[in-house]
C-alpha cells in the first residue's frame, strides 16, 4: 500500500530528458546527479512546485526533499515511483 501523501502533493514520474525547469529544480535538491545520464525520475509536486526529487542513473541514485516537507511519507512515495510499486 502506497504511503499517505499530504492532501496537495501528488508523485509523478516525467518523461525524460526533463524539462528545463524541472531540471532546474532536479538540480537544486539533487545538485550530485548527473542530470544528463538519467534512468528515470519520480518527482514530488505541491502547489505547482517541485519539493521532492528521487533519480536514478547508471550506477546511482539521489533522493532530495525540500526541508519543510520531510518525514510526511514523501521519501517513501518518492523511492516507491522511482522503483515501480
Known amino acids: 500500500m502506497p504511503p499517505a501523501l499530504p492532501a496537495r502533493v501528488r508523485v509523478t514520474r516525467p518523461p525524460l530528458p526533463l524539462a528545463p525547469t524541472l531540471q532546474g529544480a532536479v538540480a537544486r535538491l539533487c545538485p550530485q546527479a548527473p542530470q544528463d545520464t538519467l534512468r528515470a525520475a ?3 509536486i505541491a502547489g505547482g512546485a517541485v ?3 528521487a533519480l536514478r542513473w547508471e550506477g546511482g541514485e539521489a533522493l532530495g ?3 519543510g516537507w520531510r518525514g510526511r511519507g514523501i521519501e517513501e512515495a518518492l ?3 522511482l522503483h515501480g510499486t
Do not use: K
Open 79 to 81: 523511492r516507491d515511483a
Open 51 to 53: 519539493i521532492g526529487a
Open 65 to 67: 526533499v525540500e526541508t
Open 42 to 44: 519520480a518527482l514530488a
